[in-house]
C-alpha cells in the first residue's frame, strides 16, 4: 500500500496564485444599505458614501431599459457601436478611438495589463483611487509616489520631477478621489510638457462633469504621446448599478490591443441602452450638476461654520478632517442613518457624498454632534 506524505504535498497547496498577489488587499467599498441597515437597526438611511448620485438617472433610462429587456437571449452588441458612436460625436472624437467597459476601473485593469511589464514603474500622487496600487501591483509594477501637499492639491513641481525621469505609466485622478481636488489646466500642461513620449499617460476623470474647466483631450493630443481619459457613467449620469465606463484613446490601435484583454460582451445590453439613454438626455445631466454643486456649496458652508477643515472639492462629495476621528464620526453619524465613508487618510478624514436636499439637511443637522471631540 502506498503511503503518501501529506507535508510534502502542502506547500504545493497553500498557495497557487503569483506570489505577487499576496501583498495585494483587495478593494474595499463602502458600506452597503443592507449592511448599514443591520447595524444601525433602522431603515431610514441617507447613503453618502459612494459619491453615487443620488438624484438618480435621466427618466428616460427606464424606457431605454424596459426595451432592452425584451430580448435577453440574444448578446449584447460587443464593441458598443451605437453607443461609441453617440459619444465620439458630441466629443469630436472617432468612434474607433473609444474604448467601453463595465466601469472606469475594469479600464484601469485592461490599460495596466497590456502596458505594464513586471518591474516597470507607476507614477501618481497619494491619498488617490486605491485601484491604481492594487492593479499596479498585480502586475508586479514598481509604484512611485509623489505624496499630495497638506492641502491636498498635488504637487506639482514634485510630480513634475518624476515625470521627467520617463515612468512606464503616469497617473492622474482629477478631481481627484478621495480628497475632491482639480488638477488645473495650466498644471496638466506642465506636467506633459516635461513627461516623456515613451510613458503611457492615464487621467482617470471620473469626476469630469463636475469640473469642466478646460479641454484635457487637447492637451493630451498636443503633447502627443500614448494616453488615456478615463471617464464613467456611475457618477453625474447616475449609474453606478449598471457599470458603464469608457475610455478616450490616443489611437484607434491601442483600443485595439485592451479588445485583446477586454471580455466580449463585457457591456450589457441593458447597460448599453441605459448610457445611451443618459447620455442623450443633456438637459437632465445640467440640471443634475447644477444642483450637486449647489448643494455641495450648502454643505460646504455648514462644515465652514463648524471651523472644520476641509479641502476644496470639485466633485460630488466633500473630504473633510473630523476632530473626533474618521471611524468615530462615521459611526456616530451610522447611528442617525447617515452612512459615510471614513478612510486611511491620517489626521481623521472621512468622505461624504452629497445626496439629495433632504438627506443634506439630515447631514448638516448631525454633524456637529458627529464631529465633536
Keep these: 500500500m502506498l503511503v503518501v506524505d501529506q507535508k510534502s504535498l502542502s506547500p504545493a497547496l497553500v498557495s497557487p496564485v503569483r506570489p505577487a498577489l499576496e501583498g495585494v488587499g483587495a478593494y474595499k467599498a463602502g458600506m452597503t444599505l443592507a449592511e448599514a441597515g443591520r447595524l444601525a437597526g433602522r431603515g431610514d438611511l441617507s447613503k453618502l458614501a459612494s459619491n453615487e448620485n443620488l438624484l438618480g438617472a435621466s427618466p428616460k433610462v427606464?424606457?431605454?431599459?424596459?426595451?432592452?429587456?425584451?430580448?435577453?437571449?440574444?448578446?449584447?452588441?460587443?464593441?458598443?457601436?451605437?453607443?461609441?458612436?453617440?459619444?465620439?460625436?458630441?466629443?469630436?472624437?472617432?468612434?474607433?478611438?473609444?474604448?467601453?467597459?463595465?466601469?472606469?476601473?475594469?479600464?484601469?485593469?485592461?490599460?495596466?495589463?497590456?502596458?505594464?511589464?513586471?518591474?516597470?514603474?507607476?507614477?501618481?500622487?497619494?491619498?488617490?483611487?486605491?485601484?491604481?496600487?492594487?492593479?499596479?501591483?498585480?502586475?508586479?509594477?514598481?509604484?512611485?509616489?509623489?505624496?499630495?501637499?497638506?492641502?491636498?492639491?498635488?504637487?506639482?513641481?514634485?510630480?513634475?520631477?518624476?515625470?521627467?525621469k520617463g515612468p512606464k505609466l503616469l497617473v492622474l485622478c482629477t478631481p481627484n478621489n478621495p480628497t475632491g481636488n482639480a488638477t488645473s489646466g495650466v498644471d496638466l500642461a506642465e506636467i506633459l510638457a516635461v513627461t516623456p513620449r515613451s510613458t503611457v499617460v492615464f487621467i482617470d476623470e471620473a469626476y469630469r462633469e463636475y469640473h469642466e474647466t478646460f479641454d484635457t483631450l487637447a492637451l493630451l493630443k498636443a503633447w502627443g504621446g500614448t494616453w488615456v481619459s478615463a471617464r464613467t457613467f456611475s457618477k453625474a449620469y447616475g449609474l453606478a448599478g449598471l457599470r458603464v465606463g469608457y475610455g478616450i484613446c490616443s489611437s484607434a490601435e491601442l483600443v485595439g490591443y485592451l479588445d485583446r484583454i477586454r471580455p466580449p460582451f463585457n457591456v450589457t445590453a441593458v447597460s448599453q441602452a441605459a448610457a445611451l439613454a443618459a447620455w442623450d438626455d443633456v438637459e437632465h445631466l445640467e440640471r443634475t450638476v447644477a444642483l450637486t454643486i449647489a448643494e455641495r456649496g450648502r454643505v460646504e458652508a455648514a462644515l465652514d461654520a463648524l471651523g472644520v477643515q476641509r479641502t476644496d472639492s470639485a466633485g460630488n462629495f466633500v473630504f473633510l478632517r473630523s476632530p473626533a476621528g474618521a471611524e468615530a464620526t462615521a459611526a456616530r453619524l451610522l447611528r442617525e442613518g447617515l452612512i459615510i465613508r471614513p478612510t486611511p487618510v491620517p489626521g481623521g478624514w472621512v468622505r461624504i457624498t452629497i445626496g439629495r436636499p433632504a438627506d443634506n439637511n439630515r447631514l448638516i443637522a448631525a454633524l456637529p454632534a458627529a464631529l465633536a471631540v
Design 62 to 164: 427606464a424606457a431605454a431599459v424596459q426595451e432592452a429587456l425584451a430580448s435577453p437571449e440574444i448578446y449584447p452588441d460587443p464593441y458598443c457601436e451605437t453607443l461609441r458612436a453617440a459619444i465620439g460625436a458630441r466629443l469630436a472624437v472617432d468612434p474607433a478611438r473609444i474604448v467601453m467597459t463595465p466601469g472606469s476601473e475594469a479600464l484601469i485593469d485592461y490599460l495596466f495589463r497590456a502596458v505594464l511589464h513586471p518591474g516597470d514603474s507607476i507614477l501618481l500622487s497619494s491619498p488617490t483611487f486605491p485601484a491604481y496600487e492594487i492593479f499596479g501591483r498585480c502586475a508586479e509594477a514598481s509604484l512611485i509616489d509623489v505624496p499630495r501637499l497638506q492641502s491636498f492639491d498635488l504637487d506639482v513641481e514634485a510630480f513634475k520631477l518624476e515625470a521627467a
